[in-house]
Nanobody, 117 residues
Framework: QVQLVESGGGLVQAGGSLRLSCAASGSTFSINTIGWYRQAPGKQRELVATINLFGTTNYADSVKGRFTISRDNAKNTVYLQMNSLKPEDTAVYYC???????????WGQGTQVTVSS
């Protein structure tokens, strides 16, 4: 079973930047498509970015052009560079499997991102 640990969140002003990290245990991490998800208070968890084992990326329209997902398979780590942050980006951010409907690893604790206006 893969264990996920997210970090890098914090409080930032609108227009600022943060870089999130997702460190994983387990050998299957590097061969899977990984996604960054977020959940704002009172809202459902949403997928914001994915990266497959070849490095191909996809983004939700709400973050396209502002967020960049990347991975370092040697370190079993996926990153999310977030620029031009907006108050509506405030949420708890999680990483997990993507591209396999109904299948996830155990969710980590997430990392809180708060963007002030």
């Amino acid at each position: 079973q893969v264990q996920l640990v997210e970090s890098g969140g914090g409080l930032v002003q609108a227009g600022g930047s943060l870089r999130l990290s997702c460190a994983a245990s387990g050998s299957t991490f590097s061969i899977n498509t990984i996604g960054w998800y977020r959940q704002a208070p009172g809202k459902q968890r949403e997928l914001v970015a994915t990266i497959n084992l070849f490095g191909t990326t996809n983004y939700a329209d709400s973050v396209k052009g502002r967020f960049t997902i990347s991975r370092d398979n040697a370190k079993n780590t996926v990153y999310l560079q977030m620029n031009s942050l907006k108050p509506e980006d405030t949420a708890v951010y999680y990483c997990n499997l993507a591209g396999r409907p109904g299948t996830t690893w155990t969710w980590g604790q997430g990392t809180q991102v708060t963007v002030s206006s």
